[in-house]
């Protein structure tokens, strides 16, 4: 399933209640407030930064009463983690509340949802974070996505997608949600981690690699370089053609 049309019909599909459609435009290399401090399932406070503890994350903005896709895309990802062989130790995986209503207790529900589809070293990974000061939503603004409410149905209207954040808080990949595979995880880990993770491998793969922005998966080059060599040959036949037949009516 391609995941930019399900995000794009997240977009519109509440335009009969006069709902504004919330933003969706992260960009690469942007910098979040890792000063900013969070609530994890046991009730423990932290600033982002100690949270991350110089590991890179992977991150997920939803809210845990979701009846929609946050709670398919934290499995998801708890899922394909475990595939990529990556250790646990190395990395984490937060899914942040842009909830101000929400507690320890939602945060820990949505945590025992996540350990029925991992195991007790990928859930140690796994941080479920809430904000009453409405830390969450502050910071997904800073990531470029927005949300708005449905107040009379208690729901968020939102757009949903994997972020990869560097040590130090900035966004180093952008995954669509349900749309990746365990190596487009391990790799945005590799990327996000600087050289710390991953194999010597996944570093040339890396230089040789590009991320299809409408797939939301790395492509090898190659394949990037054969498409673009396809297109500029059709263009080129088509303004031949385009030339030959000026001529004829000339």
């Known amino acids: ?3 930019w049309p399900l995000i794009l019909y997240l977009l519109a599909a509440f335009p009969a209640y006069g709902v504004e459609r919330p933003v969706f435009d ?3 290399g942007a910098q979040l407030d890792v000063t900013r401090t969070f609530h994890d399932a ?30 398919v895309t934290q499995q998801a990802v ?12 190395d990395y984490r995986s937060l899914f942040i509340s842009i909830d101000a209503t929400e507690n320890a207790g939602d945060a820990g529900d949505a945590r025992a949802a996540v350990a029925e589809t991992t ?24 990531a470029g996505i927005t949300f708005d409410t ?50 010597i491998a996944d570093q040339v793969f890396l230089l040789c690699a590009g991320f299809d922005a409408s797939k939301g998966q790395y492509t090898p080059t190659i394949k990037v370089v ?5 297109i500029v040959t059709m263009a080129l ?9 000026w001529r004829r009516h000339a």
């Not at 054969?226 to 396809?230: A, D, K, T, V």
């Not at 036949?237 to 030959?244: N, Q, R, S, T």
């Open 119 to 142: 195991d007790a070293r990928g859930l140690s990974a796994w941080r479920f974070l809430t904000s009453a000061d409405g830390s969450g939503a502050a910071l997904a603004a800073e």
């Open 26 to 28: 992260p960009k690469i």
């Open 150 to 199: 449905r107040e009379r149905v208690g729901q968020f209207v939102h757009p949903i997608a994997v972020l990869a954040l560097t040590p130090g808080g900035q966004i180093a990949q952008v995954l669509p949600a349900l749309n990746f595979e365990p190596r487009d995880l391990r790799l945005a880990l590799v990327q996000a981690s600087a050289g710390k993770l991953g194999s």
């Open 42 to 71: 046991s009730g423990a406070q932290a600033p982002l930064s100690t949270i991350l503890n110089g590991r890179p994350a992977l991150v997920v903005f939803g809210y845990d009463k979701c009846p929609n896709l946050c709670g």
């Open 1 to 3: 399933m391609r995941a």
């Open 237 to 245: 036949l088509l303004g031949a053609i385009g030339a030959m037949t």
């Open 78 to 89: 708890a899922s394909d983690l475990k595939k990529t062989g990556l250790d646990p130790d």
């Open 226 to 230: 054969l498409r673009i060599g396809g």
